[in-house]
């Protein structure tokens, strides 16, 4: 649905405790791989439960919504599709010049979608100044997002990790003329980074992510402010009625991404199937005859390894619980998702020493433990040993369990953001008024004062 319209000025309207009218940006949103369709939809439910009317601006693939969200779809070419990707629809089928902008990056090896999206989402935007009150760009990071500012249009951006760090890890990876094609399509990445520095304030998952957004894009430590995620307790929860699968082990990663971490654990698996009876479950969906689904036939997995994809929280939520132990193998994370599910589940979980993953994870190895990323036989020997040791992971579902429920709730996170929502529209308002002072969390504060 696009609304047109011909006011130059947005309407004023107080903040405070008052509802507030949220656009909330999405280049793309799939449900159960990326994090950004589940950031997306957890967010923009609970934020419609505190009272707030919240639109979705997304791109395809579009986010399943919970009842109270109003979903505005800003079609791109869908030049990505999982059916038929990297292939341009016929000519007469393209409508504008953005159009032919995402057509001629793709073609040229570029990734366009952030680009691109900003610009649609800055044009119908502009042509709606009065319908709200606050927009909140969730990591598209493009130039059309300095139009939005420009507007005067108060402007919140969540940044989950910089993807400088992705590009960097896959270059590593790339051999040949592969190196010249991943900073190609990796092209992106130089205008987040231009574009962040001009953006206050930036909500950050975690102060690890922090701490990379600054030195990877040059961001002000003072424009950042913690804000984490969440779970949603109402299908990842423990669940006595589902029996752990004796060997079962669980991982919610992109397959193919080298950050995911998914080789070294495909790794870790096919020693321990030596040993014992083990099934790894991954819920992702691989490229038929890519990097990962070759690496299951080269180590003699395929009767071993089970790929899922398309399945609804309930189910995985059910998938989680169903498993003795869960893996997060990652080489970076901003904040992961796919532990604090785990967690929440009262799942036995193993993570890697990398990123955000100690500060969701805990170092005290009371909720989970953590491991240095990419060595397969010292992931093995952790799985044998919470897999021998049944009190251990009886110890470690409840501890997770708690640690969910003390610090991470979308509930909590909807609270959260309407306070920088407010805070921000009243300083780009001028009237001081809203929360009231620097509601940034303590650490943050004291970077921002030179401690």
């Known amino acids: 649905m696009t609304q047109s319209g011909t006011s130059t000025e947005p309407t004023p309207r107080p903040s405070g405790d008052r509802p507030l009218r949220v656009a909330l940006l999405s280049y793309r949103s799939k449900q159960h791989v990326g994090g950004q369709g589940v950031y997306v939809r957890h967010l923009s439910r609970e934020l419609a439960a505190l009272g707030h009317e919240v639109t979705v601006f997304s791109g395809q693939p579009y986010p399943v919504l919970d009842e109270g969200v109003t ?9 990505y599709n999982d059916v038929n990707p990297f292939v341009a629809p016929p000519v007469r089928q393209w409508r504008d010049w953005i159009d032919v902008l995402e057509v001629v990056t793709m073609w040229t090896a570029g990734f366009p979608e952030p680009l691109t999206y900003s610009l649609r989402a800055n044009r119908e935007l502009r042509r709606r100044l009065g319908d709200f009150d606050v927009v909140h760009d969730n990591q598209t990071l493009g130039w059309g997002l300095l139009g939005v500012k420009s507007a005067g249009i108060p402007l919140v951006t969540t940044i989950h990790h910089p993807i400088s760090v992705d590009r960097r890890i896959e270059l590593e990876e790339a051999k040949g003329l592969q190196k010249l094609s991943k900073r190609r399509w990796y092209g992106f990445v130089k205008m987040q ?11 950050v998952p975690s102060q690890s992510s922090a701490d990379d957004i600054a030195r990877e894009f040059g961001v002000a430590p003072a424009t950042m402010e913690v804000t ?9 929860h423990p669940r006595t009625e589902v029996e752990r699968v004796p060997g079962r082990i669980v991982c919610t990663a992109s397959a193919d991404s080298p950050l995911k971490g998914v080789s070294v654990l495909l790794r870790a698996a096919a020693k321990l199937a030596t040993e014992r009876d083990v099934t790894l479950t991954i819920v992702s969906k691989p490229k038929p005859g890519g990097p990962t689904d070759q690496l ?12 899922v994809s398309g399945i609804g929280d309930r189910e995985l939520g059910e998938l989680i619980s ?10 970076y994370e901003g904040f992961s ?3 604090v599910e785990a967690m929440a589940c009262g799942t036995p979980l193993i993570a890697s020493h990398a990123g955000a993953l100690p500060e969701v994870v805990g170092t005290d190895g009371v909720a989970g433990r953590l491991i240095p990323p990419g060595d397969p036989e010292l992931l093995a020997a952790e799985l044998t040993s919470l897999f021998d040791d049944d009190a251990e992971r009886e110890r470690m579902s409840a501890a997770a369990w708690r640690r969910v429920q003390e610090r991470f709730t979308w509930k909590a996170v909807a609270e959260l953001t309407a306070q920088r929502y407010a805070s921000t529209i009243d300083a780009v308002k001028g009237t001081g008024a809203g929360t009231g002072g620097d509601t940034r969390p303590a650490p943050v504060r004291a970077r921002a004062n030179g401690a």
């Open 71 to 79: 979903l505005e779809k800003l079609p791109s070419l869908d030049l």
């Open 193 to 203: 980074a231009r574009v962040a520095r001009k953006l206050d304030p930036i909500l």
């Open 228 to 236: 984490p995620l969440g779970v949603d307790t109402r299908y990842f």
């Open 296 to 307: 299951v036939d080269e180590l003699g997995l395929r009767d071993r390894v089970e790929f």
């Open 322 to 331: 169903s498993a003795q132990v869960a893996v997060v193998p990652s080489f």
């Open 337 to 339: 998702l796919p532990a």
